[in-house]
């Protein structure tokens, strides 16, 4: 490669005009520049720009905030020139070994203290963005593919587990290396997503509020409601306090507070879990709340210049700033819990009355739950979570507890793993008066003995003291696929249905009392955002193989009486619809979806955006329709504001679906409180085991319509008239 002329680095500058006697001469140069920070222009083409460069020249000139000595040693700064013993800092002491992370730290701290003029860099980001005629040929890889489209759907949730842990093959390059599959967890390496909240569409992102000497932050301050910053610079102004409204703007990736009069740090501040850069520089900060535990995200605290305790400095010094957001999330104090979710009443007083007083009427209640399976509730993807609060003998008490204190008579659980279903599930369940049945996502069955263990699966548990299994239906949606006639011919079946290893299963009930039917079903569907056609599929081939089963139930003949049946003879069912149907899961799509619009309507046009103009058979060339009748639990409410709570992503994704023929909701579970959510920056936390919610809903069984043939009308004679 041939470029015409040297590019204007520094090092090469500094080692020939400025020799160095110092251990930190320049030409060793151990440190290089820090990795650039977002919105932050002192960065040009990889090399440190000109008003940088004169930092070496011109040292003397800027005022400093170093730490206290932490001894008599001579020390200097990160440029590697002498310091005032009584400007030592700890960090830069010559007797005392210097890690990469504090050396990138000190360097950074040099940077911020030359940007104390008045609104420096936009300054710099106005005079960067000046047109400047490029001096070499770029090169470029004719070979490289051209870069993957993000496809906006917004019936999805965030990505997954890479194929190394979940068994199946990565869609989503790096992405699906670092996200749980069935959830919206930010990683600790933020990657692209396509169903994240955004920030609002504004024209500029960057707020420039440096070196002006702004004295106070009133919390009633317009600043607040700039929603949509991601870089906000605040340093060298006489702030004392920063006031706990700056939690408003939660897609902040940079805040600069250095050189001002902090003391103290708001605890709010934990809750911009988007934040990459934080500068404290040169301030007069001793702790840092444990709140700011939750910056999971966080690449650099810059705490040079400040009293800190020497503790959590000596943290950072050694093992950098993500060692001490650890330090500070696991030993933040544990809050109060929220106040238990309680039932919401759908019927009128004197209904629940009259409910109360008959008889004959039959109630029921089903719980659909995301248990989040151990395999996926690691730090790398919820590095939010305290680590103790993602172990699973901590997990498992609780996620028990909230499932028993509902009692409800049927229990429906995603991501089970095997081990769990067999050696915790199964006994404190059955203890409680619960049989269960379980099946593993089809990816099992390419596994050894011990991984098959870890396969997580759908769980379905029910009062055995109330109902009698009659047959359980496993569905493995890629077997399913594999045998319409429709699809075999198919590539996008190939290339994308079949990959897929998500489960449903499929349950018969009979009430032991009344020999009322039930099927049961319980469904965890693709959780991939760019695979929002198979979520469709799936779907329709789950309302297909229902339908089937119980239209079959309906054909079983009656339950032969026994001395204990009741004198009421046990209902008959001319079809299946006319069998009490629940379909239960978590569908990894929002209302709004093709998912839930053909679930709750009947029907979708084969055109709908949500098949991405694949291929799939009848079902694109004819569209989706089913005739079970089915209206989600919540509706009856708008649906809760989510099941699913994260910093990346908040949404209804989970779903009790009831055939509205036979069955009415009486009362569904509540959503969780708001006011605990103010100070949550996401689920698994240390009162919420998951990063799903519960869902429960009470059912009453409508009674069959009178089919009995009407007596033929009596008129009267015309001869007697």
């Not at 991601?230 to 939690?247: G, M, R, V």
Request: include cysteine; hydrophobic fraction near 35%.
């Amino acid at each position: 490669m041939y470029y015409p002329q040297q590019s204007p680095g520094i090092a090469h500058k500094l080692s020939s005009t400025h020799p160095d006697p110092s251990p930190w001469a320049r030409p060793t140069h151990p440190y290089g520049p820090p990795p650039p920070s977002p919105g932050y222009p002192l960065y040009t083409n990889g090399n440190i720009p000109h008003h940088i460069q004169s930092l070496h020249h011109h040292q003397n000139s800027i005022s400093h905030y170093p730490s206290p000595p932490s001894n008599g040693g001579v020390s200097v700064n990160v440029l590697g020139q002498p310091l005032a013993v009584g400007h030592a800092s700890p960090g830069s002491s010559s007797s005392q070994v210097i890690t990469p992370h504090w050396q990138q730290q000190l360097l950074k701290c040099e940077m911020i203290r030359a940007s104390r003029s008045p609104h420096h860099r936009a300054r710099a980001s106005a005079m960067a963005s000046r047109t400047v005629t490029k001096s070499a040929i770029p090169i470029t890889n004719p070979n490289k593919p051209p870069p993957e489209t993000i496809i906006k759907e917004s019936d999805s949730v965030e990505n997954g587990i890479s194929s190394s842990t979940s068994g199946e093959p990565s869609t989503n390059g790096a992405i699906s290396s670092v996200n749980h599959p069935s959830s919206t967890v930010a990683p600790v390496a933020e990657a692209p997503r396509p169903t994240a909240a955004k920030p609002p569409e504004n024209s500029w992102s960057s707020l420039d509020m440096g070196g002006v000497q702004i004295k106070n932050l009133p919390p009633t301050s317009g600043l607040f409601t700039f929603t949509f910053l991601i870089n906000l610079y605040l340093n060298h102004n006489a702030l004392s306090s920063i006031p706990p409204e700056i939690s408003r703007l939660r897609h902040l990736e940079l805040l600069d507070l250095s050189g001002n009069n902090l003391q103290t740090l708001p605890s709010e501040m934990g809750m911009l879990t988007k934040l990459k850069e934080l500068y404290l520089f040169d301030n007069h900060i001793a702790i840092i709340p444990p709140e700011l535990g939750t910056l999971h995200q966080l690449q650099t605290l810059g705490i040079e210049g400040n009293p800190l305790e020497p503790s959590l400095k000596a943290i950072v010094q050694k093992e950098g700033t993500p060692a001490l957001i650890s330090f500070l999330r696991d030993s933040c104090p544990i809050p109060a819990p929220p106040p238990s979710r309680s039932l919401r009443d759908l019927l009128a007083p004197g209904e629940r009355e009259a409910l109360h007083e008959d008889p004959n009427v039959e109630v029921f209640s089903v719980l659909s739950y995301n248990i989040l399976c151990e395999l996926y509730a690691t730090e790398r993807l919820y590095g939010y979570t305290p680590s103790w609060a993602l172990e699973w003998t901590f997990r498992r008490n609780h996620i028990i507890t909230e499932i028993l204190k509902h009692q409800a008579d049927f229990i429906c659980l995603q991501e089970v793993q095997t081990a769990q279903y067999e050696e915790f599930f199964v006994p404190k369940l059955g203890a409680a008066g619960y049989d269960g049945v379980y099946y593993p996502k089809s990816r099992y069955k390419t596994m050894n003995e011990a991984d098959r263990r870890l396969v997580d699966g759908c769980a379905v548990f029910f009062n055995n003291s109330k109902y009698q299994l009659v047959e359980q239906h496993p569905l493995e949606f890629s077997t399913v696929a594999m045998q319409r006639p429709d699809f075999k011919k198919t590539d996008d079946m190939f290339n994308r249905v079949l990959i897929r290893s998500d489960i449903a299963i499929i349950c018969l009930f009979e009430n032991i009392e009344t020999g009322t039917r039930h099927l049961i079903a319980n469904a965890h569907i693709c959780w991939d955002p760019k695979y929002s056609d198979v979520k469709l599929v799936q779907s329709a081939l789950l309302v297909d193989e229902v339908e089937k089963v119980a239209n079959s139930f309906a054909k079983y003949p009656p339950r032969p009486p026994s001395e204990s049946s009741p004198v009421k003879p046990p209902p008959t069912y001319s079809d299946g619809t006319k069998i009490p149907i629940i379909i239960s899961g978590d569908y990894n799509s929002v209302p709004g979806s093709g998912v839930y619009d053909f679930l709750a309507n009947g029907i979708l046009p084969g055109d709908h955006p949500d098949f991405m103009s694949h291929s799939y058979g009848r079902y694109t060339s004819d569209g989706l329709r089913h005739r079970l009748g089915l209206k989600s639990a919540y509706a009856g409410i708008g649906e809760l504001p989510f099941t699913n709570y994260t910093p990346s992503f908040r949404g209804a994704i989970d779903y009790l679906w009831y055939s509205t023929a036979t069955l009415s909701v009486n009362a569904v579970l509540s959503e969780v409180d708001r006011g605990y959510l103010e100070k949550v920056v996401g689920f698994p936390d240390a009162h919420n085991p998951s990063d799903h919610i519960t869902i429960l809903a009470e059912f009453r069984v409508k009674p069959p319509r009178d089919t009995q043939a009407r007596p033929p009308p009596v008129f009267p004679n015309p001869s007697h008239a």
